[in-house]
């Protein structure tokens, strides 16, 4: 399940709040068309393995 | 519930809450129709087909991030717009019409007279619309 955080104000949430594919998928919308338009954006999960 | 004035729809479009913008709003619930008149009819008779959703929405313009301009400009050229429409903002019964799928085509960014407020008028096509 991937992570999104929210950029503008809308429906989602707050701005700053983190949703899911899940809850992006109830609001409803299409998850490619709110990040190509910003209003949200994936939260990476990529950990920093670097010692 | 007793017959109403339009005074709060509500339009959200692509989860952007855009109802205070809202100036003229037309939600149209269409069927293509498919005719099946055989011989020894004495009408035509059709079946229905696809939906064929079409909403044009008039907006007052509003350049802050994430307002009209934004989610309009976002809008257009994408298929897969959503969007949700209501006749009240509260209240019941007050169906939600919820369009997924959405196309929009093209919106007038930049559009009035000298001293006029600034507008742009969209409609969305296409779609397949649930009520709930």
Do not use: R, W
Not at chain 2, 24 to 44: C, K, P, R, S
């Amino acid at each position: 399940m991937a992570n999104y955080k929210i950029l503008v104000e809308s429906t989602l949430g707050a701005i700053g709040d983190t949703v899911t594919d899940a809850d992006i998928i109830a609001a409803p919308a299409d998850i490619e068309q709110l990040i190509v338009s910003g209003i949200v954006e994936p939260v990476s999960t990529t950990k920093n393995t670097k010692e | 519930m007793a017959v109403f004035a339009l005074t709060d729809a509500q339009f959200t479009l692509n989860t952007i809450d855009l109802s205070s913008y809202v100036t003229n709003i037309e939600l149209t619930y269409e069927f293509d129709a498919v005719e099946t008149t055989a011989m020894g009819a004495t009408g035509h008779s059709n079946i229905k087909s696809l939906q064929n959703i079409s909403c044009t929405v008039e907006l007052n313009n509003d350049l802050a991030v994430g307002k009209v301009f934004d989610t309009v400009f976002a809008a257009v050229g994408s298929g897969t717009n959503t969007y949700i429409v209501k006749s009240l903002s509260t209240g019941t019964p007050n169906p939600v019409l919820t369009v997924s799928g959405a196309f929009c085509p093209s919106a007038p960014i930049v559009s009035g007279t000298v001293g006029d407020l600034s507008k742009m008028s969209i409609t969305l096509t296409g779609g397949t619309l649930v009520k709930t």
